[in-house]
């Protein structure tokens, strides 16, 4: 399936596909958290859902649930489906730097890269900060350098105060002004209102739950909600 991240995509973040009929009215996507979903690679051969997919397969050491071992494996797999429009492949997974040393083999993540697209799967480069919002330099570095590496720059972080939150959306402006492709948003209570402000201000991405109860993120929005703040400030 295509997806175009030319426009802002609204993704219902799930670890069921049978919630995908549910996400039709408000979302342009899913995302399939794999590392949180039973025999996710099954599930991807069963869907026959609208939606375009976006695969995920976090691991622990970045928030997620999955073991190291065959997870990037997993994740090619699943850019082999074709409604899978897309991969996220930690930044951390493709250059080493803040992955504990045993985690990462220096080949696997851009070899996820590699093999997503020689299968027409786009490929969003993530990282994440779950204690804090670091500098503006290197907010705006970290867009950067998953922009190398992937069409889309992913960044979330932890707000602890507005001046965080800002931050976040001063380096959104200034990467999208230089033609980044990029997802940013700031968890946490100070932050989420980012992820209804941040497309104002070039995301391309913005994410929500299916079912509000299964949240994959602090701070996040329910998908009705956040498809209803985006289409106002829009």
């Given at each position: 399936m295509?997806?175009?991240?030319?426009?802002?995509?609204?993704a219902?973040?799930?670890?069921?596909l049978g919630?995908?009929?549910?996400?039709?009215?408000?979302a342009?996507?899913?995302?399939?958290?794999?590392?949180?979903?039973?025999?996710?690679?099954?599930?991807?051969?069963r869907?026959?859902?609208?939606?375009?997919?976006?695969?995920?397969?976090?691991?622990t050491?970045?928030?997620?649930?999955?073991?190291?071992?065959?997870?990037?494996?997993?994740?090619r797999?699943?850019?082999?489906?074709?409604?899978?429009?897309?991969?996220?492949?930690?930044?951390?997974a493709?250059?080493?730097?803040?992955?504990?040393?045993?985690?990462?083999?220096?080949?696997?993540?851009?070899?996820?890269?590699?093999?997503?697209?020689?299968?027409?799967?786009?490929?969003i480069?993530?990282?994440?900060?779950?204690?804090?919002?670091?500098?503006?330099?290197?907010?705006e570095?970290?867009?950067?350098?998953?922009?190398?590496?992937?069409?889309?720059?992913?960044?979330?972080?932890t707000?602890t105060?507005?001046?965080d939150?800002?931050?976040?959306?001063?380096?959104?402006?200034?990467?999208?002004?230089?033609?980044?492709?990029?997802?940013?948003?700031?968890?946490?209570?100070?932050g989420?209102?980012?992820?209804?402000?941040?497309?104002v201000?070039?995301?391309?991405?913005?994410?929500?739950?299916?079912?509000?109860?299964?949240?994959?993120a602090?701070?996040?929005?329910?998908?009705?909600?956040?498809?209803?703040?985006?289409?106002?400030?829009?």
């Open positions: 295509d997806l175009s991240f030319d426009e802002f995509v609204l219902a973040a799930t670890a069921d919630e995908e009929p549910a996400a039709r009215e408000h342009d996507a899913v995302e399939f958290r794999m590392d949180m979903a039973d025999d996710p690679l099954d599930a991807l051969g869907y026959d859902g609208d939606l375009p997919l976006v695969a995920t397969n976090r691991p050491w970045e928030g997620g649930e999955a073991a190291e071992e065959g997870r990037l494996a997993a994740l797999a699943a850019a082999e489906y074709d409604a899978v429009a897309a991969i996220d492949v930690e930044l951390a493709i250059t080493g730097e803040g992955a504990p040393a045993d985690a990462v083999d220096p080949e696997d993540g851009p070899a996820a890269v590699r093999h997503a697209h020689e299968h027409d799967a786009q490929v480069v993530s990282t994440h900060d779950f204690e804090s919002t670091p500098p503006r330099e290197e907010l570095r970290l867009l950067g350098d998953a922009s190398e590496h992937g069409d889309v720059a992913k960044l979330a972080v707000a105060g507005l001046d939150a800002l931050r976040v959306l001063g380096a959104t402006r200034a990467a999208a002004s230089d033609g980044l492709t990029v997802a940013t948003m700031a968890m946490g209570a100070a989420s209102h980012t992820r209804a402000v941040a497309p201000y070039g995301s391309r991405i913005g994410y929500a739950p299916v079912d509000p109860a299964r949240a994959t602090p701070g996040q929005y329910d998908l009705a909600t956040l498809r209803e703040l985006i289409d106002a400030l829009h």
